[in-house]
């Protein structure tokens, strides 16, 4: 059974820095595709990065440069380390675990990120 573990959220000002974790059970995390996502209020759900199972990594424009997505596969985690925080970056943040061929996918909790002086 996959299991996502997120954690490393909750309220800073903006200017400031977080760094998410998601732990992984029941899968090895540099043979999937691991996402993280953030879904504001009203709003759909977002890609913010990826990490491909070669290392490759994507990041959506409105965080590149802020944001950066790297994984530790001796711990089976990956993290988003955030810094220059806005408080349009605030949102639930999940993470993704997507099968490179077969698309199948599991999904973290979510956990909240908030930004906010």
């Known amino acids: 059974q996959v299991q996502l573990v997120e954690s490393g959220g909750g309220l800073v000002q903006p200017g400031g820095s977080l760094r998410l974790s998601c732990a992984a059970s029941?899968?090895?995390?540099?043979?999937?595709?691991m996402q993280w996502y953030r879904q504001s209020p009203g709003k759909e759900r977002e890609l913010v990065a990826n990490i491909f199972p070669e290392g490759g990594t994507n990041y959506v424009p409105a965080v590149k440069g802020r944001f950066t997505i790297s994984r530790d596969n001796a711990k089976n985690t990956i993290y988003l380390q955030m810094k220059s925080l806005k408080s349009e970056d605030t949102a639930v943040y999940y993470c993704?675990?997507?099968?490179?061929?077969?698309?199948?996918?599991?999904w973290g909790q979510g956990i909240q990120v908030t930004v906010s002086s």
């Open positions: 029941g899968i090895n995390i540099d043979q999937m595709i």
């Open positions: 993704e675990a997507r099968h490179p061929f077969t698309a199948s996918n599991s």
